[in-house]
């Protein structure tokens, strides 16, 4: 029989993960660590893990589990020191049986809280913010934190750190454009308000830690605790290793403290023209969390946007026609490797332990939360 149908999302009502998710280089990542200083919450990232479920088959079976298990294995080694999670007899049956997309969420990333003393998880992956549909979809509940930064500061720390410090015209203008398209997530957020959304400016968190730790942890429902100001003692253990194995050099700044004159870094790096780009390009946006314009008296020529806006356009048809593929792609995939592939698929455990609650076992694998199914198609938010 194909193997067509990817694995569904589900939904868990009955907890409440964290995500913390923006424009990347927007602070995302000494937030996650702070976060996961509490001593009731442990967040972990990057997964990815809403960009990829649609690799995964709703059928159980070798070539299923195995990709399953593959994933994962990876996506743990580079959030958490807990590279032998998913080692035992046990994990390895409920990833293989596991009801839902969110039961595999929820296995894997509370077995790391568990791992650490935690009783509730979260997850930092910043491309997330174009999955808000399907991470509500799975978990109703979720509390969501999107952390903005001045775009000017974003631009410059994009192209330093994935552009190899190239201040070209092109790039600066493509990375003000994802900054600006992360910004009308929130602007769709608010339009339709939820208590489970919350938006943090970076300058806030870096100039006012304790008080933004605290907004935020009532957000969460949580007290604040004294030792999330100390995130940059641990840092490194929680940091994807570079290729030399050690910290990559976009992450240095978070083994030291929060430093304030961070905020403002960019304006040793950007020239004045290229300070206009990108105000030409998020203006509107950047006014409305308050970042004010360098010299709001000089309007720069539009002529240079509108070059950039019809090559951004053919980047976005791309960007969006190959989301569309993805889905039939997969299911061709796990057709295939069902046809080549016949193996019988090995008998559940009779007895399995539940990561966040080891007094809690059953004839069934049993993963914390209460199931309930959900096979329709869900749509990217982002696209």
């Given amino acids: 029989m194909f193997n067509l149908r990817p694995i569904p999302l589900g939904s868990i009502p009955d ?15 000494p937030l996650q660590l702070a976060l996961n200083m509490h001593p009731e919450l442990g967040v972990y990232g990057e997964t990815q893990a809403f960009f990829v479920h649609q690799k995964f088959g709703a059928e159980t079976g070798e070539i299923s589990s195995r990709r399953l298990l593959e994933y994962w294995r990876v996506a743990v080694s580079g959030c958490c020191p807990y590279s032998d999670l998913l080692d035992s007899q046990d994990m390895q049956y409920q990833l293989a049986y596991a009801p839902s ?6 296995l ?20 997330h913010i174009f999955r808000l549909r399907e991470i509500r979809s799975c978990f109703p509940n979720a509390r ?10 974003v631009v410059c720390s994009t192209i330093k750190a994935f552009h190899r410090g190239e201040f070209t015209d092109w790039n600066i203008y493509s990375a003000a454009k994802y900054w600006r398209r992360c910004l009308e997530v929130h602007a769709r957020q608010i339009a339709a308000p939820t208590d489970g959304y ?3 400016r970076y300058e806030d968190f870096v100039m006012r830690p304790e ?3 605290s907004v935020i942890s009532s957000f969460l429902g949580l007290k604040f605790a004294e030792g999330m100001l100390n995130a940059h003692r641990v840092a490194s253990k929680y940091i994807r290793p570079g290729r030399s194995g050690g910290m990559p050099a976009m992450h240095t700044l978070t083994q030291t403290p929060l430093d304030p004159g961070r905020t403002d870094a960019w304006k040793r790096s950007l020239s004045h023209t290229q300070t ?3 105000e030409q390009v ?3 946006e950047m006014r409305t969390l308050g970042y004010e314009p360098a010299r709001k008296e000089y309007s720069p020529p539009q002529m240079r946007v509108s070059l950039f806006l019809s090559r951004w356009a053919v980047g976005e048809g791309r960007r969006i026609a190959l989301t569309k593929v993805q889905a039939p792609y997969w299911a061709l995939r796990r057709g295939i490797d069902s046809r080549t592939t016949r193996v019988k698929s090995p008998e559940p455990p009779s007895f399995v332990t539940s990561p966040l609650n080891p007094e809690t076992s059953g004839k069934q694998p049993s993963i914390v939360g209460t199931a309930t199914e959900s096979t329709g198609t869900v749509h990217p938010s982002g696209a």
Avoid at 101 to 106: C, K, P, S, T, V
Avoid at 108 to 127: D, F, L, N, T, Y
């Fill in 15 to 29: 907890i409440a993960p964290v995500f913390v998710v923006g424009a990347g280089r927007s602070g995302t990542t």
């Fill in 211 to 213: 008080a933004t730790l």
């Fill in 108 to 127: 894997v990333m509370g077995a790391i809280a568990a791992r650490e003393g935690k009783s509730r998880w979260g997850e930092k992956s910043p491309a």
């Fill in 101 to 106: 997309y969110a039961h595999i969420l929820n």
């Fill in 198 to 200: 919350m938006l943090v």
């Fill in 144 to 153: 969501i934190i999107h952390i903005v930064r001045d775009p000017r500061a």
């Fill in 276 to 278: 206009k780009l990108i």
């Fill in 282 to 284: 998020a203006g509107n």
